[in-house]
């Protein structure tokens, strides 16, 4: 039905519904609000005094440029545009979303595709890695990609694209979640030896499978049933978090944790407070997840927004165990977060002068440098360590990662902590196998929210150590989230 020109007087121009669309995924993207205003009662004892350092602008690292004609096949739309190879595939992704003056349905599913070409399969480019990593084919004078929803490519000839469009109906991708909640092993590696892409965002949670079989306890053998049948290990949810990332909060199974750090999980995945896998480790005292995640290269220097390291969250949270192994094996106890503290510093504001003892007297020398290197499987290709996402960005769309890094930044180095448990625990299998059934159906629990529950506030510093121990006055010392 046409429409008159009085309605169409009245129809927003394709700037304004950008601007719309820009606001309304601003908003989306601050879920949480509450839980922010509630933890400020947490950190005012190391609140910054100084402002902090301003958040890196939305803007591509500075490198060469390339121009590419981009196929949009769902609103039939080709558009060229300008992209910096330099940075992640994520970064061009997030370029053609705020380019859109049409809305798309499920944009966490879409991805940059390259089409088949010279005898080579297509193939959807992973997001973590660097755009320039793809070389791009030479068959126009403009090289060419698609923006289409994700799927798995297959390359069977027994499979039928009828077969595999009713295998991913809406309804069978619920019950596929509702087994993975289930920790019906049985049945997930039913449907996916059938050819059921497990990469895929649930459009009523947010969560992908592999983010809600890590937050299961005794997930084991479904995690790595998920592996071993074509589950990414880093295949984030609609907050851009990561299947580490809650294995390393939830706790659980350490042997979970190491499945995904074997099977190239990357580490480094920042959720908005700038809080990663080994902040949450340290903040909830799971020890063995932390010395999995120092053994496979986590940073024990990265500090979340506030400036802290995971030996600051330590010493907020009185966590001796893990403050003990960070010491260990090598962390710098003298780094001051963004209010010019030590996590010394914090332990005696937080009252847990035990543990503030423990990082006092640790020297240098009782270092134990590890001498072993951590195993991989040999099945993933791994992905450019300069092209990881560990970086907090604003995005302007709602559900989206806001866990952006366009900076080369090369991966930190394996930190001297040997593995707990040996990877030979479960032998392969081969597909099609039969699997013993679980007896018992386990609810899954909910995600627990990407901050820390609150604390109480100190509101004086002790006087039981020197006044000079503290680096300043409760009155300056204040700061959001460690």
């Known amino acids: 039905m046409p429409v008159s020109p009085a309605a169409r007087k009245h129809e927003p121009s394709d700037r304004q519904q950008q601007q719309r669309q820009q606001q309304h995924c601003a908003s989306n993207g601050n879920q949480g609000d509450s839980d922010s205003s509630r933890e400020d009662g947490v950190y005012d004892t190391i609140r910054p005094a100084a402002n902090k350092p301003p958040a890196p602008p939305m803007e591509d690292p500075q490198g060469s440029v390339a121009v590419i004609r981009i196929g949009i096949p769902d609103l039939q739309q080709t558009k060229c545009m300008k992209f910096h190879t330099e940075a992640p595939v994520w970064v061009s992704k997030q370029r053609i979303l705020c380019s859109l003056n049409q809305s798309l349905k499920d944009v966490l599913n879409y991805g940059l595709f390259q089409p ?14 660097l755009l320039k990593e793809y070389p791009l084919p030479v068959v126009a004078p403009v090289p060419y990609l698609e923006f289409r929803y994700k799927r798995r490519v297959y390359t069977q000839t027994h499979l039928e694209d009828k077969q595999l469009a009713r295998l991913h109906t809406k309804a069978n991708l ?4 509702e087994y993975v909640q289930q920790r019906n092993v049985e049945k997930v590696a039913k449907l996916l030896e059938k050819g059921l892409d497990p990469n895929f965002h649930d459009p009523d949670t947010g969560e992908c499978p592999m983010t809600m079989a890590a937050q299961l306890e005794g997930c084991a053998e479904l995690i790595k049933t998920l592996l071993d049948l074509g589950a990414s290990p880093d295949y984030k949810d609609s907050r851009g978090l990561s299947p580490l990332y809650h294995s390393s909060m939830v706790g659980g199974d350490p042997y979970c944790c190491e499945l995904l750090l074997h099977d190239h999980a990357q580490v480094g995945c920042m959720d908005e407070n700038g809080w990663q896998e080994i902040h949450q480790a340290c903040r909830h005292g799971h020890v063995q997840h932390l010395e999995h995640l ?5 940073d024990m220097s990265a500090q979340n927004a506030s400036g802290n390291t995971a030996l600051h969250v330590c010493a907020l949270y009185n966590q001796d165990s893990c403050a003990r192994v960070l010491l260990f094996r090598g962390a710098n106890k003298e780094i001051k977060n963004y209010n010019s503290q030590t996590a010394f510093q914090v332990a005696i504001i937080a009252g847990n002068f035990d543990l503030a003892e423990i990082i006092k007297i640790h020297k240098p020398s009782d270092v134990v440098p590890f001498r072993e290197t951590p195993s991989y499987t040999n099945r993933r290709r791994v992905a450019s360590g300069s092209g990881t996402l560990t970086s907090p960005r604003s995005l302007l769309r709602s559900a989206s990662d806001n866990n952006l890094h366009a900076d080369g930044h090369a991966a930190p180095a394996h930190s001297p902590v040997p593995s707990l448990r040996s990877l030979r625990r479960w032998a392969p299998r081969a597909p099609g196998r039969g699997r013993a059934r679980l007896g018992t159906a386990c609810r899954a629990r909910p995600a627990p929210a990407a901050r820390t529950p609150a604390r109480p506030r100190c509101t004086a510093c002790p006087r039981r150590p020197t006044a000079s121990a503290c680096a300043g006055s409760p009155a300056d010392a204040s700061g ?3």
């Open 116 to 129: 088949a070409y010279h005898g080579k399969a297509g193939k959807f480019l992973d997001e973590e890695r």
């Open 174 to 177: 619920k019950k596929f979640m």
């Open 480 to 482: 959001k989230d460690p």
């Open 294 to 298: 120092l053994f496979y290269g986590a």
